[in-house]
């Protein structure tokens, strides 16, 4: 015989010859000849050394735990006074009675929508994660959620969970703002052979999320495409000088060419524009010499324009000058003026007709 003592919040478990006896909680016992005893602390999970099965045959045993199975599709959230504890897989489990208060919240894994039922805290927890698979749509995204390759809703922003089971799972998103495409560095040919390199940019949103989407491979590669061409059919049926004179109705024609087909993509175009357009070498050093050549002209016009303006000022004056006596003698003095004051000395000889000579001409007769 020996004498044992089983602590308060523990619970004996009795064996003799490999079979469960019977269960001791606290208190002092004798155990028998042959009798070994394994003591369990009931604060915590139990791990049964044996079959559980076999255990639950004993009925001392039964209505001192609580049991809980698990079948292969589910899961099973235990939660300890109310706080998460752990997370059961498929089999069968027992969880002391008494001391804790232990609640369970079970999963059908089945059902991917069953994870709305469980407090999103807790899904975030690491014993949980392995069991569930997130997708997450920015505020400026949408999404469209796919089960096993068709197509199940639409997804406004926000952070999505669900089980992971066979079922596959996608979630394709795009951005819902205003893009920017840039097309550059495209040589295209003029209608009279002038190669020019053109970049051009391009604003455009998506409408259509469903054909972006699910009825367009890449749609940002296929509008791409779309602006290279409606750029390069427009830019070929113009010569160079057109070109040059109406450079802006470049992005008019492709965007009203563009707008209609961008729509088959789900995508609104909303302005488009030139860049920049950049000549050859050659053409370049030509453009050079004829803006010389135009404004050297412009300025020999402008010259030819005053010499004739003030050559019939010149006429005007003369006119009147001899139609007026004395508009011309004071045209003589303001001319006298002008020459007397680049003089600093003056000097006269010859007596008394030099004097007579200047009277003359001051003086009218």
Same mark, same amino acid.
């Given at each position: 015989?020996?004498?044992?003592?089983?602590?308060?919040?523990?619970?004996?478990?009795?064996?003799?010859?490999?079979?469960?006896?019977?269960?001791?909680?606290?208190?002092?016992?004798?155990?028998?000849?042959?009798?070994?005893?394994?003591?369990?602390?009931?604060?915590?999970?139990?791990?049964?050394?044996?079959?559980?099965? !076999?255990?639950?045959?004993?009925?001392?045993?039964?209505?001192?735990?609580?049991?809980?199975?698990?079948?292969?599709?589910?899961?099973?959230?235990?939660?300890?006074?109310?706080?998460?504890?752990?997370?059961? !897989?498929?089999?069968?489990?027992?969880?002391?009675?008494?001391?804790?208060?232990?609640?369970?919240?079970?999963?059908?894994?089945?059902?991917?929508?069953?994870?709305?039922?469980?407090?999103?805290?807790?899904?975030?927890?690491?014993?949980?994660?392995?069991?569930?698979?997130?997708?997450?749509?920015?505020?400026?995204?949408?999404?469209?959620?796919?089960?096993?390759?068709?197509?199940?809703?639409?997804?406004?922003?926000?952070?999505?969970?669900?089980?992971?089971?066979?079922?596959?799972?996608? !979630?394709?998103?795009?951005?819902?703002?205003?893009?920017?495409?840039?097309?550059?560095?495209?040589?295209?040919?003029?209608?009279?052979?002038?190669?020019?390199?053109?970049?051009?940019?391009?604003?455009?949103?998506?409408?259509?999320?469903?054909?972006?989407?699910?009825?367009?491979?890449?749609?940002?590669?296929?509008?791409?495409?779309?602006?290279?061409?409606?750029?390069?059919?427009?830019?070929?049926?113009?010569?160079?000088?057109?070109?040059?004179?109406?450079?802006?109705?470049?992005?008019?024609?492709?965007?009203?060419?563009?707008?209609?087909?961008?729509?088959?993509?789900?995508?609104?175009?909303?302005?488009?524009?030139?860049?920049?357009?950049?000549?050859?070498?050659?053409?370049?050093?030509?453009?050079?010499?004829?803006?010389?050549?135009?404004?050297?002209?412009?300025?020999?016009?402008?010259?030819?324009?005053?010499?004739?303006?003030?050559?019939?000022?010149?006429?005007?004056?003369?006119?009147?000058?001899?139609?007026?006596?004395?508009?011309?003698?004071?045209?003589?003095?303001?001319?006298?003026?002008?020459?007397?004051?680049?003089?600093?000395?003056?000097?006269?000889?010859?007596?008394?007709?030099?004097?007579?000579?200047?009277?003359?001409?001051?003086?009218?007769?």
């Amino acid at each position: 015989m020996k004498r044992i003592h089983v602590n308060t919040n523990s619970a004996g478990l009795v064996y003799k010859n490999g079979e469960l006896k019977r269960t001791l909680t606290a208190g002092n016992y004798w155990l028998g000849f042959g009798e070994k005893m394994e003591v369990y602390d009931m604060s915590k999970t139990f791990i049964a050394s044996v079959e559980l099965d !076999v255990l639950l045959l004993n009925e001392d045993f039964k209505g001192l735990v609580d049991v809980i199975e698990v079948k292969d599709n589910e899961l099973v959230l235990v939660y300890q006074n109310g706080n998460f504890k752990q997370v059961l !897989v498929a089999g069968k489990y027992a969880f002391w009675k008494g001391l804790n208060n232990y609640s369970f919240v079970r999963a059908d894994l089945s059902d991917d929508e069953s994870t709305a039922l469980i407090d999103r805290n807790t899904l975030g927890k690491s014993q949980l994660s392995v069991h569930t698979r997130s997708f997450t749509v920015e505020t400026y995204e949408k999404g469209l959620l796919m089960k096993d390759g068709k197509m199940e809703r639409m997804l406004e922003p926000g952070t999505f969970t669900w089980w992971k089971n066979s079922t596959v799972i996608q !979630v394709l998103k795009t951005d819902m703002r205003q893009l920017n495409m840039e097309i550059i560095g495209q040589e295209i040919l003029t209608k009279d052979k002038a190669q020019l390199r053109i970049n051009f940019t391009v604003q455009y949103k998506v409408t259509d999320v469903k054909k972006a989407l699910l009825e367009n491979k890449d749609f940002d590669k296929q509008l791409y495409v779309l602006i290279q061409l409606a750029l390069r059919a427009f830019v070929g049926r113009m010569t160079f000088d057109e070109l040059m004179e109406h450079k802006e109705r470049i992005s008019e024609q492709v965007l009203a060419d563009s707008s209609s087909k961008a729509a088959e993509l789900g995508v609104e175009l909303l302005n488009c524009g030139v860049k920049d357009i950049v000549l050859p070498g050659d053409v370049k050093e030509i453009m050079n010499q004829v803006l010389i050549a135009e404004k050297r002209a412009q300025a020999n016009l402008i010259t030819r324009r005053e010499e004739t303006a003030s050559a019939r000022s010149l006429l005007n004056t003369a006119k009147l000058m001899e139609d007026n006596a004395m508009l011309y003698k004071l045209k003589e003095m303001e001319y006298v003026e002008k020459i007397a004051e680049k003089i600093n000395t003056i000097s006269l000889s010859g007596g008394g007709q030099i004097v007579d000579q200047l009277k003359q001409i001051f003086v009218k007769s």
